[in-house]
């Protein structure tokens, strides 16, 4: 891999579309298994410079200066709650601009390499409202002048939280005694109140800040004591810690190991990369390695190593447990996992050291010591709702919310074009940047800019919704999957909505729907198959096909245990579906044709309808 070149697929990109699809993956997989994205290193350069100079640097001069700290002086800022408050600010506030997850190429944005603030200032962009019709004053989907008016306020909100000097607590007096304060309530109370307003809007911004881990800490800061504060803080990385762990738990996460280790710019050995795949380039499921390393260094880490960190009162473990958290997030930095999550590690490595050794146990700082034992109770029982009903019913809950981040448990889509379809997008679409491969021709020829988009699905064929996916595209487009453009949905919703984090509620069914009011696609031109995350209950998933003319047109199950030992490029055909609902063909023309007059109706026999979960009128658009 070059500074400046990328390491491009062996492939002739003049000929490369008249492979099967099938194939297509086949070759890319095995590339993806040796170099990963293929990225140039100056890229990784660049996401390392953003990292060190606008979110380090910066955010600790930020934090440190505004509290009355010389930056120079870590020892006597450190442990400074003040110091951390401000530098979770900064961190929100990176977020919320887009500057942080899902920023630059490895997330899909090339040219502009953001997307953040320059479609959530802008009106008539695509917004996404999680309860439309539930919800007073959210329906619709275009961003309107009052929704950038509150985007723009929380963003002064924050710069004001950040440069304001603390004021005196006397909660932290009475334990600190040499103290620069702590932020201002009186400005967080606004920011907690507009933020609930804004994701009640629009659920991308609300997400892309990072909401489900810093809206919490926010309300802690604005709401608790400063001994009660630190531990409700505690509660929560553990929270974050321990719920991932345990999402980690069963097929799925073996399956992510193998296409990150792949993608690790640091590590050369093309052997090393090959072992974490069961006979490469034959057999492409993880192996025990991969296994091995996820579960062992990934899910029993994550589950205990932070119990350890919220008990114990040795001085010489805890110290151990900090360490090995700190290196397990830098390990994660290090790989550029897509979507890039590079400043949250940051700043959990961060968490780990100031909560557990500048505020440890033994010090005044264990659970016991609470002022308020039944409001942390609380604190607890609130913090752990959500990565439990997500965990149950997760088609109720963002993956983020429910904790379950790199666990490769997630919903997710592939989208299908007809010939020449695609470009609709482009057309219709207000947004700040074009369709990925319209930006990638800024750069590169229409061949390689197919290739590249390829290698997006060949990554998805990697995990087990790929397998999936691609299964269900080939049950309903047949031989024409060869002539449609696929894509991988959470690079396209980027370029739509500015963000994803690997999230497919942000382009489910609303979102399509969203989608086929402006650009007004024909039945047949774009098709979508969808899944949701798997109930850590259930040995299933359930899908959902969807034409953007006609809405749902299918749902149904299939078994995750299929999914995962099938190789990436399906050599034996689509795994099995078990249907549960689909618009048959004469439906499927009454939706289409005014001019006949038919029932939509089951292929079973049953009575007509919308398909379960589908909110009435949405078969019908």
């Not at 040499?178 to 911004?205: E, Q, S, T």
């Not at 073996?254 to 990369?273: C, D, E, G």
Request: aromatic share 12%; net charge neutral.
């Amino acid at each position: 891999m070059g500074f400046t070149q990328p390491d491009f697929p062996p492939v002739d990109p003049d000929t490369f579309l008249d492979r099967p699809f099938l194939d297509r993956l086949r070759v890319l997989g095995a590339h993806w298994a040796e170099y990963g994205f293929g990225t140039p290193k100056m890229v990784h350069m660049i996401y390392l410079m953003k990292v060190a100079i606008l979110y380090v640097v910066a955010g600790l001069c930020i934090a440190t200066f505004t509290s009355g700290y010389n930056v120079l002086d870590v020892g006597a800022w450190w442990d400074q709650l003040i110091v951390y408050q401000k530098i979770v600010l900064w961190t929100v506030l990176i977020e919320t601009l887009g500057l942080g997850g899902s920023w630059g190429p490895l997330a899909g944005h090339f040219k502009p390499m953001t997307g953040g603030f320059l479609f959530w200032l802008r009106p008539q962009t695509i917004r996404l409202p999680p309860w439309p019709g539930k919800v007073p004053f959210t329906r619709g989907d275009e961003r309107t002048v009052v929704d950038v008016a509150i985007y723009a306020v929380i963003l002064i909100n924050l710069v004001v939280a950040l440069v304001f000097p603390g004021i005196s607590s006397a909660s932290l007096d009475a334990l600190v005694a040499d103290n620069h304060g702590l932020v201002n309530p009186a400005v967080l109370y606004p920011l907690i109140a507009l933020f609930v307003v804004i994701g009640l809007r629009d659920k991308v911004i609300f997400i892309a800040a990072r909401s489900e881990q810093y809206l919490p800490a926010i309300v802690f800061f604005a709401a608790l004591p400063y001994l009660d504060m630190i531990l409700a803080l505690k509660l929560l990385i553990v929270t974050v810690w321990v719920g991932a762990g345990i999402s980690k738990l069963g097929h799925h996460f073996s399956m992510v190991i193998p296409p990150m280790i792949s993608n690790t710019p640091w590590l050369p050995s093309k052997a090393i990369k090959r072992a974490h795949y069961r006979d490469f380039p034959h057999d492409m499921r993880p192996s025990r390695l991969a296994g091995g390393i996820g579960h062992v260094l990934g899910t029993i880490v994550e589950v205990v190593t932070p119990l350890v960190l919220l008990f114990s009162t040795n001085k010489w473990l805890t110290l151990a447990a900090v360490v090995l958290m700190v290196c397990f997030h830098l390990f994660i930095f290090s790989t550029f996992p897509l979507a890039v999550p590079l400043e949250w590690n940051i700043l959990f490595a961060y968490a780990a050291i100031f909560l557990f050794w500048g505020h440890p146990a033994w010090d005044g700082y264990a659970l016991t010591d609470t002022t308020m034992p039944w409001v942390l109770v609380a604190v607890a029982a609130a913090l752990c709702f959500f990565p439990v009903l997500g965990n149950l019913r997760p088609d109720l809950v963002s993956f983020l919310p429910s904790m379950r981040q790199y666990a490769g448990n997630w919903a997710s889509a592939t989208w299908a074009f007809a010939p020449g379809a695609e470009e609709k997008l482009d057309q219709y679409v207000v947004r700040s940047s074009k369709n990925t491969r319209t930006q990638l021709l800024a750069s590169y020829p229409p061949e390689v800019a197919d290739v590249v988009m390829h290698q997006m699905m060949a990554w998805r064929s990697m995990h087990s919704q790929g397998r999936a996916l691609y299964s269900l595209m080939l049950r309903h487009l047949g031989s024409d999957i060869d002539t449609y453009t696929l894509r991988e949905a959470e690079f396209s919703c980027n370029s739509l909505v500015a963000f994803n984090f690997g999230d497919g509620h942000l382009h489910d069914e609303k979102m399509i729907a969203a989608l086929q009011r402006r650009c007004d696609f024909a039945p047949g031109e774009f098709t979508v198959a969808w899944i949701e995350s798997q109930p850590i209950h259930r040995g299933t998933q359930r899908y959902k096909v969807i034409d953007a003319a006609l809405g749902v047109i299918e749902t149904g199950t299939y078994r995750v245990a299929d999914a995962v030992a099938e190789q990436p490029w399906l050599p034996n055909g689509p795994i099995d579906m078990q249907v549960d609902w689909t618009l048959d063909v004469d439906a499927r023309r009454a939706l289409t044709d005014p001019d006949i007059v038919a029932e939509p109706k089951m292929r079973s026999g049953s009575p007509a309808g919308p398909a379960p979960d589908v909110p009435a009128g949405q078969v019908q658009q």
